[in-house]
Each structure stands twice: as structure tokens, then as C-alpha cells.
């Protein structure tokens, strides 16, 4: 498997599946995207948080809820966890017929939803319902012909830490996407706005962190040194309104590499407390496995691919969202298989010193707090 770039492969792509397009390649970068965000999903997922996960939640600004921020994926403590067998399975699965076998439910107003559809499409995180104390989600674990085993959790409203994807095509004659530079200022701002923990840049250029503790004190010192200091707080109440800072960009001409940055990757790897670079290489080697060259292992995931992208009117069923019940199972076994070969193709960026192996350490932290 060898390609120029990632442009050059989206060529591929948009003259091997998305042939029936009037704008091929801009179909191409579409899907590009969606695959960005599968592998960060699925990553999250082969590193057992599956449990704290809400996708595409709106998050307030730290003390500011009148201003709210889309975000592709937030992470929750988890303030209760109740497994649920449905069995025999009558199709489609909704939040009403899972009350039945969790009376707890009956305290809320449901949402009108599908955790699995009748033609077996599954709604990964699906939103039961939500008071002020936090969502309360659904994720099926097992499904077979006879039954469906689903976790619920009891999520507190407030996320612990927030992942954003972002990517930007090129347009044919450009250098690079003309909106980089906007996403990236975009997503700076959502970075530095969310959390309880400020930045503040020195003359020196080094950045200090500011943070208010519970009984109104405040904490300053060097951003890494405070940001350790808060992540090993065994309770969230110390300091309160803290939020760890995830960006995944990836290259496709725009970002240029991990170590030669352009401005936009500088702006959004000063802002994210986390910055992570999903390498060309890594997703030429997702696609390259799921459509170039599909693996017997990867086959379900590649046929529902090929089914959403047709042409043909129909509900997309490959998605960090919904997805086939089977291309789903298969995702999460590839994912848990080829975990180390998988975390390989990210770099990181930010913090300078950081890995992957940390990263996850801190999560794990900060999911298990008081």
C-alpha cells in the first residue's frame, strides 16, 4: 500500500465509490471525515470508555452556559451502570420497551429514539432521556439472533473531557482548504473556553494556568505542573468546572506533518491541552483495509460503507452515530485486535512530552474520580 498523499487517495476514492457524484472528490473528503472520527470513536472505545461516552452534545462555555459548543465526542463520570437483557428481541429497541426491564426509567420523560432499528441499525450512545442531573445512555453490548444485552449509565452533565476532529479537504488548484485557518480558530476558541483551568501567556511565552478552587481560593503555576496537580485531585469538587482538552487533526495538504506545523496546527496545538496527528499512513491504512483492499475481518463494515455511499436514497448506516449492527461488531474487534498497530498512527503533538499510554492514563483518572 503506497500513496502520494492523502489527496491522492481521496482521488481514488472519489473515482472508485463516488463515481456517481456531481462533485466526486468533495463526496471523497466527506467520507474522509467520517472515517476521522470512526477511528477516534473506536479508539476510545478499544480503550474501554465506551460507558462515557456522548456524541455530538452541545457543552456550555466554564461559567458562561448562554453559549454552547457542538462537540463530536464528551466523556462523563459514570454516576450509575445497570445491565439490561432483552430477550426474545422484538424489533426496533426504544427507550419505552427498555423501561420495561428497567422500572428506574419510568422517573423520566423518554426521548422518541431507536437504540436499534428494525433492519438491525444500531444508535451508538443513544440519549434515553436527560434531566438536569446528566443523560442517561444506552449502548448495546451483545446481539444475537435471541437476545440484546445493553449497559446503561446515569452520566453527570458535566464532561470531564471533550475530543473534537478536525480536517480540511483541498479544493482542485489549491495549495490548501480555504477554511483551515477558520476551523482552526474555531476550535482554538472551544479549547480555551470550556474549562474551569485558564491559560495565561508570560512574556517568556511559556503559558501559567490559573484555576478557582471550591471554596473561592485561587491555584496558579506553570499550565502542566497545575493541570497534573488537578488531574490527581481524587475529587472532582476541588476544583470544580475542570474539562481535559482534546484535538485530532489529520493531514490531507492542509496541516502539513507533525514536525514541520503550519499557523493553524501552531494555533490549535497551544490551545488543546491534548493535540493528536492521525498520520497519513494510518488512515491510508484504515481505508486501504476497509475499501481498497478489504480484509475478510473488515468485509460487514465494508459492505454497510458501500451501501451508505451508493448513490441510492437511503439512511447512511456508517457513522460514529448509527451503523449496521454487524460492520459494528466487526469495528470493535479490529480495533481491540490491532490496538497497539492502531495508537502507532497518531502522533503527538501537544504536550511536547506527552504519549498516548499518558493520555489514556488520565482519562481512566479522571472517569474513576469522586
Known amino acids: 500500500m503506497s500513496f502520494a498523499s492523502i489527496d491522492a487517495?481521496?482521488?481514488?476514492l472519489a473515482n472508485r465509490v463516488f463515481h456517481y457524484a456531481a462533485d466526486r472528490k468533495k463526496a471523497a473528503g466527506r467520507a474522509l471525515g467520517t472515517l476521522v472520527e470512526i477511528i477516534a470513536y473506536h479508539t476510545l472505545r478499544s480503550w474501554k470508555l465506551s460507558d462515557?461516552?456522548?456524541?455530538?452534545?452541545?457543552v456550555s462555555e466554564?461559567?458562561?452556559p448562554e453559549i454552547m459548543h457542538n462537540v463530536?465526542?464528551?466523556?462523563?463520570p459514570v454516576r450509575a451502570r445497570y445491565p439490561v437483557n432483552i430477550t426474545p428481541i422484538s424489533l426496533p429497541i426504544t427507550p419505552a420497551k427498555i423501561r420495561r426491564h428497567l422500572p428506574r426509567l419510568a422517573e423520566y420523560t423518554l426521548k422518541s429514539t431507536q437504540v436499534l432499528s428494525k433492519d438491525?441499525?444500531?444508535?451508538?450512545?443513544?440519549?434515553?432521556?436527560?434531566?438536569?442531573?446528566?443523560?442517561?445512555?444506552?449502548?448495546?453490548?451483545?446481539?444475537?439472533k435471541s437476545q440484546c444485552t445493553l449497559v446503561i449509565c446515569e452520566l453527570s452533565a458535566d464532561p470531564f473531557a471533550i475530543i473534537e476532529c478536525k480536517r480540511v479537504g483541498v479544493e482542485e488548484g489549491m495549495k490548501k482548504g480555504p477554511q483551515t485557518i477558520e476551523k482552526a480558530k474555531q476550535g482554538s476558541y472551544v479549547a480555551r473556553s470550556v474549562s474551569s483551568l485558564q491559560k495565561v501567556r508570560l512574556r517568556s511565552g511559556e503559558f501559567q494556568g490559573v484555576i478557582e478552587q471550591s471554596d473561592g481560593q485561587f491555584r496558579y503555576g506553570p499550565y502542566q505542573e497545575l493541570q497534573r496537580e488537578v488531574i490527581d485531585k481524587s475529587s472532582v469538587a476541588e476544583f470544580p468546572g475542570?474539562?481535559?482538552?482534546?484535538?485530532i487533526v489529520?493531514?490531507?495538504?492542509?496541516?502539513?506533518?507533525?514536525?514541520?506545523?503550519?499557523?493553524?496546527?501552531?494555533?490549535?496545538?497551544q490551545s488543546y491541552d491534548w493535540?493528536?496527528?492521525?498520520?497519513?499512513?494510518?488512515l491510508a491504512k484504515f481505508i486501504d483495509d476497509l475499501l481498497l483492499n478489504p480484509s475478510d475481518e473488515l468485509k460487514p463494515a465494508s459492505d454497510a460503507f458501500l451501501q451508505s455511499y451508493s448513490g441510492r436514497k437511503g439512511k447512511n448506516k456508517f457513522t460514529k452515530v448509527r451503523v449496521d449492527a454487524d460492520a459494528d461488531e466487526t469495528l470493535q474487534a479490529y480495533f481491540l485486535q490491532h490496538r497497539s498497530e492502531i495508537e502507532s498512527w497518531f502522533n503527538v503533538i501537544s504536550p511536547t512530552e506527552g504519549t498516548l499510554g499518558s493520555l489514556r492514563s488520565d482519562l481512566y483518572i479522571l472517569a474513576n474520580r469522586n
Open 9 to 12: 487517495l481521496q482521488k481514488i
Open 275 to 282: 493535540l493528536l496527528f492521525l498520520t497519513d499512513h494510518g
Open 120 to 144: 438491525l441499525v444500531k444508535k451508538n450512545a443513544t440519549v434515553l432521556a436527560e434531566d438536569e442531573t446528566g443523560p442517561i445512555v444506552a449502548n448495546i453490548e451483545t446481539l444475537d
Open 52 to 58: 462515557n461516552i456522548v456524541i455530538e452534545r452541545r
Open 62 to 64: 466554564f461559567a458562561n
Open 242 to 247: 475542570f474539562m481535559l482538552t482534546i484535538g
Open 72 to 76: 463530536e465526542f464528551s466523556l462523563h
Open 250 to 269: 489529520s493531514n490531507h495538504g492542509n496541516w502539513f506533518t507533525s514536525e514541520n506545523q503550519n499557523k493553524e496546527l501552531r494555533v490549535l496545538a
